[in-house]
């Protein structure tokens, strides 16, 4: 197995739907929006939230895998997702072009850390 490297993320995060992209401060060095026929979904810092929320879910840290993550790789993740599932941990998973930011509610984010350690992953 490659050493693979995980980052910590100090921010708390939130996930919510919101009714529009207005609010949004596009400023934020956090931000994940996806957008359906069914909904518009939004990850940020949970201080900057907008206004137009109509569902949230906060408590959330992430980590990110360190590094520009190639598309020819595979089952990067999978791993990742097991070693938690196994654990009853949930997970909330962001992709980037770059990379994949791991979000996992806070009273389970330094046992998520602690079991990735114990499987081999580096924490940064």
Known sequence: MIIMRLKKLD????VCKIEDISGIDFNN??????????EISLVCKTELIPDNV???EDGFKAFKID?????SL?????PIA??????????????TFDTDYILVKEDKFERALD?????GYQIL
Do not use: H
């Open 11 to 14: 921010d708390k995060l939130t």
């Open 29 to 38: 060095d956090i931000l994940c929006l996806s957008k359906t026929k069914d």
């Open 54 to 56: 109509s569902e949230r």
């Open 67 to 71: 590094g520009k993550l190639d598309f």
């Open 74 to 78: 595979i089952g990067i993740l999978a």
């Open 82 to 95: 097991k070693i938690l599932a196994d654990n009853t941990i949930g997970i909330f998973v962001v992709s």
């Open 115 to 119: 079991l990735l350690s114990g499987a």
